[in-house]
């Protein structure tokens, strides 16, 4: 019989194996992740004695999710080339460029700002492949446009997608069922109950995510500027604070008084137009502008291979409102087929699904190619196309040069989702052990004991870095939370709040999040380099969670009323 602590070594080996590859070695993550995923393979069939057809099954279940990744993908860059080769991106950057010319304000605009109201409204990684080739075509490196697209992935990420991580990712994490008695018991119920976890989770985002547009900057000019200095990023951080306030404030108050749904996309555009008003008028602004050093002068590992030269583009003048049309165009489509029921079931009507694959209960898969992101890009960049060249021309041209940028990523996704899959799927097996991650975080807790408030939201980041989603993350640990906050006598809504709250943090480090992200400026094969430095957002993230849960548990008293029930 293997003992506890040995499995649970067992199962994190292959994500070791992955960040050592990755990040000490400096592998390209289409050489690493194999070995990752032979690694997985390996444990699931020996160790946890998994069936051949059961790791097959969720392999196939992660090639087809792999699918609708590439395609939300393809669509981001496709729309980059449409409008470079319209001429709307040249409109863009001068743009950008009128409200201020310091790359700090622009970065904080373009990711901190639309990134996040991206994010609410559609998740699953789209803002940093959307926001990285923008940032690209405002003259930004192709790495630091990654990596601001990545720091994104954080605050904004749990009411995502409208709200998925929390409507789809805790209920569907939770058993309600078994919980209704309790809470009916106590006068509350399950939608009461969730609201509270609603309320924790915009609170704890709002207070450690305020201070992210602060790190961004300092993040840029230490590893992008010519002086490699933490300091020229401070010189800016009244205006990164503030910025973070104009989201953050109305991002809380809508997660506390009105739900799940809509925190993200209100703080995002709150706060986005409150951010460019502001940089119009140079509030907060320092007088000394910042900027990268000449282009000729970065180093290749700045580089990526998608190139946005609008230099020799040649088109009719465009006016700023017809150039940005196609961005404000794309989130008033992403809320509305997320909110109309109409829309939404025309959008879902193609849909291709596999039930239960190779006769395995409960591995299934779905794509649905309108209602994806990538669907509404495609869409988007067919109406730009004809808005602003009135022609399909630029359309053609970009098709073909964003089909040429999926294979790399196409190759490492391959791996990286069946491996996850592998992963979650694997606690159905011959053995009656737990899954991997359940059996991972089961071991922390024991180790834990009544400190494990400090280390929840690190479980909930493991999650995400192996699923590179905040909901899956939640449907696989929300249950363990809950049942351990039980065990410890503690919130457990609490509890619950800082899983969703550390799966989120941890999408800055979900290496096919960063994979995707990477594909969309051509900078495939460096992902250790990115990871290296999204670990430290990361850490700031989970060590902050950690003191606000042992705060909020054990100074402040944190309750819900099945705490009542333990005693």
């Known amino acids: 019989m293997i003992s506890n602590t040995l499995l649970a070594l067992l199962a994190f080996s292959p994500i070791l194996l992955a960040a050592i590859l990755l990040l000490v070695l400096q592998w390209p993550a289409k050489k690493a992740m194999p070995f990752a995923f032979g690694l997985t393979v390996v444990i699931a069939l020996f160790v946890w004695d998994m069936s051949a057809t059961r790791v097959i099954a969720s392999s196939l279940q992660g090639i087809a999710m792999s699918v609708?990744?590439?395609?939300?993908?393809?669509?981001?860059?496709?729309?980059?080339?449409?409008?470079?080769?319209?001429?709307a991106i040249t409109a863009i950057r001068n743009g950008f460029t009128a409200i201020s010319p310091d790359r700090r304000v622009q970065a904080i605009i373009a990711a901190w700002c639309f990134g996040s109201f991206i994010e609410g409204a559609s998740g699953f990684g789209t803002p940093a492949a959307v926001a990285a080739p923008l940032m690209v075509a405002l003259g930004f490196p192709a790495l630091a446009a990654v990596l601001m697209g990545m720091m994104i992935q954080s605050t904004p990420v749990s009411f995502g997608a409208v709200g998925t991580p929390i409507v789809v990712g805790v209920t569907g994490g939770l058993d309600t069922q078994a919980m209704a008695p309790g809470l009916a018991s106590v006068g509350s119920d399950w939608p009461a109950y969730l609201q509270l976890i609603t309320g924790n989770v915009a609170i704890l985002h709002a207070i450690t995510g305020t201070l992210m547009p602060v790190l961004m900057t300092m993040m840029l000019t230490r590893f992008f500027g010519k002086n490699r200095s933490w300091k020229e990023g401070l010189e800016i951080a009244p205006f990164a604070l503030f910025a973070g306030l104009a989201f953050t404030i109305p991002y809380a108050l809508t997660g506390v008084l009105l739900g799940p749904e809509f925190p993200s996309l209100l703080g995002g555009l709150v706060g986005l137009a409150i951010v460019v008003t502001a940089a119009r008028k140079g509030f907060l602004i320092p007088a000394s502008r910042w900027d990268f050093p000449e282009?000729?002068?970065?180093?290749?590992?700045?580089?990526?291979?998608?190139?946005?030269?609008?230099?020799?583009?040649?088109?009719?003048?465009?006016?700023?409102?017809?150039?940005?049309?196609?961005?404000?165009?794309?989130?008033?489509?992403?809320?509305?087929?997320?909110?109309?029921?109409t829309v939404k079931g025309w959008l879902t009507s193609l849909s291709f699904s596999f039930s239960n694959i190779l006769g395995e209960s409960g591995i299934s898969a779905g794509i649905q190619p309108l209602y994806l992101p990538g669907g509404l890009l495609l869409l988007v960049a067919i109406i730009a196309a004809l808005l602003q060249s009135r022609s399909l021309v630029p359309l053609g041209k970009a098709i073909g040069e964003s089909g040429k940028t999926l294979v790399g990523a196409g190759f490492v996704l391959l791996f990286t989702v069946p491996m996850v899959r592998i992963f979650i799927n694997s606690g159905v097996n011959a053995a009656d052990i737990a899954s991997m991650p359940v059996t991972t975080a089961t071991f922390a807790a024991d180790l834990m004991g009544g400190f494990f408030p400090a280390i929840s939201g690190v479980i909930g980041a493991l999650g995400a870095f192996i699923a590179g989603s905040n909901t899956v993350s939640n449907l696989m640990l929300a249950q363990f939370q809950f049942e351990t906050a039980q065990a410890l006598g503690l919130s457990t809504a609490m509890m619950v709040a800082l899983q969703a709250v550390g799966a989120a943090a941890g999408n800055m480090v979900a290496i096919h999040n960063v994979v995707a992200a990477s594909a969309t400026v051509g900078l495939l094969g460096r992902e250790g380099t990115t990871l290296r430095k999204t670990a430290l957002p990361t850490l700031y993230y989970l060590t902050v969670l950690g003191l606000l849960g042992m705060a909020a548990i054990y100074l402040l008293g944190a309750a819900d009323p099945l705490m009542a029930l333990q005693r």
């Open 295 to 341: 282009e000729k002068e970065w180093p290749a590992e700045w580089l990526g291979s998608v190139k946005i030269d609008t230099d020799n583009l040649k088109g009719r003048p465009m006016s700023l409102m017809l150039a940005w049309l196609p961005y404000i165009l794309l989130p008033a489509l992403l809320v509305l087929s997320r909110t109309n029921d």
């Open 68 to 87: 609708s990744l590439l395609w939300i993908i393809f669509g981001a860059i496709l729309l980059l080339n449409t409008l470079k080769h319209t001429g």
